[in-house]
């Protein structure tokens, strides 16, 4: 990947990434992951909710991203981010106005995320 692309999805993740924290679990692979997402044409912005914990394991392990089959009823959608015994759901606020037109992003972007 050259200079110009990895400017361009940090420039594109940074316009559109909102809320009360910006913190990812994944921490670079967490952001990189957002950063593609941000780049679809239909992905208006992005919002991290709260992390949560579950067990007593050490950290670690592989970060799992999917989005989640279901949108809202204005189109929008929810990633599951999970690292370990960490999980963390992203709002994904999209450019689209009903579930039926949210249900074939779903498919592009976890397409998306099956390329990384």
Known sequence: M???????KEASLKEKLHGAHTTVIGERQGKNILAIISQHEKV????????TVRGKSSPGGNLAAKVL??????????????????????????????????VPLVEELNAMLFDI
């Open 44 to 51: 208006k912005g992005i919002i991290p909710s709260v992390i």
């Open 69 to 102: 089959p279901h949108p809202d009823e204005h189109g929008n959608l929810r990633l599951l981010l999970s690292h370990g015994t960490s999980a963390q759901e992203i709002r994904i606020v999209t450019k689209v106005a009903t579930r039926e037109e949210g």
């Open 2 to 8: 050259d200079d110009t692309a990895i400017i361009s």
